[in-house]
């Protein structure tokens, strides 16, 4: 048994380090030592609660992905105010890049509307205190729609570990005590074409939004212990119930596994979207 858990980990160590894997979809972030930190998730709005502490870093920023040799290359300085330039390029770098990264979600009609009227706000600020007023209010307005709409998309892990862990098929090659995440990737779908969620082509749906902010995403796989590997796609969508006063901005209502062992293939449904969405319906947003 022993002989047989140190041969699936070698052959598992063999194809992350050799390539047999696909290529890896790191999320892209503005820390260049930042990737596929699942447990850290960017600067921006997250709708998961993660612990998360402080980090201080020298006046070269953030740790490089190389280790650099060469010791005269290390940088150090008591100039105040590039340490303060640091210290908000360390703060506020990735959550900028998030937000410009996702920009385009943010070209919809009423977002349109703010910005303008904030800029008309801005002119008139000389003549009244009315404008001044409107001018902050409307500017704050607009700020934070557009970080809204760049936020990184994040998932529940833990329903996605216990569905996983729960399942007739995958619990036989998957335990908590052996699985290893290789890869992760989420991101928004592009354009309000899904023939799922036709709510979002009304007017006023197309008014607010520049998609159906549904994601499609994936998880990676594999278990030191059969030496199973699996592809875990998904697919989330906005839902509310007023009912019992419950929302979830990334609801699972798709997924399906590829899974692969011993040279077989095998395609498992576990979530349904014909079956979740006989019963939920998308939630559009209007704000």
């Not at 194809?15 to 892209?28: E, H, M, P, S």
């Not at 640091?86 to 349109?112: C, M, P």
């Not at 008139?124 to 205190?129: D, G, R, T, V």
């Not at 998309?153 to 862990?165: K, S, W």
Request: net charge positive; hydrophobic share 35%; proline share 3%.
């Amino acid at each position: 048994s022993n002989m047989l858990t140190s041969y699936h980990a070698k052959r598992f160590t063999k194809c992350i380090t050799t390539g047999d894997v696909a290529r890896r979809l790191f999320r892209k972030n503005a820390k260049p030592g930042y990737y596929n930190l699942r447990f850290l998730p960017s600067q921006g709005l997250d709708n998961n609660y993660v612990n998360f502490y402080g980090k201080w870093y020298g006046p070269g920023g953030t740790e490089q992905i190389k280790t650099d040799r060469n010791p005269n290359n290390f940088k150090f300085t008591n100039n105040l105010f590039d340490i303060e330039r640091g210290e908000w390029r360390n703060r506020a770098s990735d959550y900028v890049y998030q937000i410009f990264k996702r920009l385009h979600r943010s070209n919809d009609a009423w977002t349109r509307v703010l910005v303008g009227y904030t800029s008309f706000c801005f002119l008139m600020a000389h003549q009244a205190l009315f404008w001044k007023v409107h001018l902050f209010c409307f500017g704050c307005f607009t700020l934070a729609r557009i970080r809204d709409r760049g936020a990184e998309p994040t998932i529940d892990e833990v329903f996605v570990l216990d569905t996983i862990f729960q399942h007739d098929v995958l619990k036989k090659y998957f335990t908590p005590q052996t699985y290893h995440v290789i890869d992760y990737n989420q991101e928004f779908d592009k354009g309000r074409d899904n023939a799922f969620f036709p709510e979002y082509r009304t007017t006023v749906a197309k008014f607010f939004n520049t998609d159906c902010n549904t994601t499609t995403g994936f998880y990676k796989f594999g278990d030191v212990e059969t030496g199973a590997m699996m592809t875990l796609h998904f697919r989330t969508m906005p839902f509310a119930n007023n009912k019992f006063n419950f929302s979830e901005p990334f609801f699972v209502y798709d997924m399906w596994a590829e899974l692969t062992h011993n040279g077989k293939l095998q395609n498992i449904r576990i979530i349904k979207a014909e079956e979740v969405l006989r019963t939920k319906r998308i939630f559009v947003t209007w704000h």
